[in-house]
C-alpha cells in the first residue's frame, strides 16, 4: 500500500467511525453528524494554519475526538473533578480506536505511537506537535463553538475558560484567533479574559 493509500484510508476510517455519531449538527445545507464535522473542521484549520504539518498530526487531528459520544459526560460527577475524569478517560478511548484504525491501515508503530500521544495531549509546550494541534483546537473552539458555550454560560464562567484556552495557546495561534469574526459580546468576554 502506498503511503498516500494508507493515509486516506485512515480519513476514511476515521470519518465512517464519526459518521456513527447519534448526535446531530445543522449546517446551512445538512444535518450532519457532530463528530464527523468537528473532524472535518480540524482538518480544514490545520490545513489553513500549518500546510506542512506532518503526517502524524494530520492523522490526529482527524481523529481528536473519534467516537467521543461512547463516553457521555454525565456518567461522571458534574463537577471539576468528575470532568477531569471523563476528558482523561476520552483521551485514552481516543487514542485505543485511533491505535487499532492505523493498525489496520497498516501504520508503523512508531507513527502511532506518535498520534496516540498528540491525543493524549502529551508534553503540551514542549512538543511542537502537540502544541500545534492544541492551537488547531483551540482555534476551531473559537470559530465554531464558542458563540454557543456563550450563549449558555454565565459570563464569568465563559471568562474563565477563555483565560484557560490562552494559556494553552501559542503566541502564533492568539495572533490568529483574533482575526476570526464572533459576536461583539464574545469579543468583549475574550478582552476582559486577556486582560486579566
Not at 480506536?97 to 502529551?122: F, G, H, P, S
Not at 511542537?128 to 465554531?144: G, M, N
Request: glycine fraction near 2%; aromatic fraction near 8%.
Amino acid at each position: 500500500m502506498t503511503d498516500l493509500k494508507r493515509f486516506e484510508r485512515a480519513i476514511a476510517s476515521f470519518d465512517t467511525y464519526n459518521g456513527n455519531d447519534p448526535n446531530r449538527e445543522k449546517t446551512e445545507d445538512n444535518d450532519i453528524p457532530k463528530e464527523f464535522l468537528y473532524a472535518i473542521r480540524m482538518t480544514s484549520k490545520l490545513s489553513h494554519y500549518a500546510p506542512d504539518a506532518p503526517e502524524h498530526v494530520q492523522l490526529a487531528a482527524r481523529c481528536q475526538h473519534i467516537g467521543r459520544w461512547e463516553i457521555p459526560r454525565n456518567a461522571y460527577p458534574i463537577d471539576r473533578k468528575g470532568y477531569l475524569q471523563w476528558r482523561s478517560q476520552l483521551a485514552i478511548h481516543h487514542a485505543t480506536i485511533a491505535e487499532r484504525i492505523l493498525k489496520e491501515c497498516e501504520y508503523d508503530q512508531e507513527t502511532i505511537d506518535k498520534v496516540k500521544a498528540l491525543l493524549q495531549k502529551k508534553q503540551l509546550h514542549q512538543n511542537p506537535d502537540t502544541q500545534l494541534l492544541e492551537d488547531v483546537i483551540c482555534l476551531v473552539f473559537v470559530e465554531y463553538y464558542l458563540d454557543d458555550f456563550a450563549n449558555l454560560h454565565d459570563d464569568d464562567k465563559v471568562i474563565d475558560i477563555l483565560k484557560k484556552t490562552l494559556k494553552k495557546m501559542s503566541p502564533k495561534a492568539i495572533q490568529e484567533a483574533v482575526k476570526i469574526s464572533v459576536s461583539d459580546h464574545v469579543k468583549k468576554l475574550i478582552n476582559k479574559a486577556a486582560s486579566n
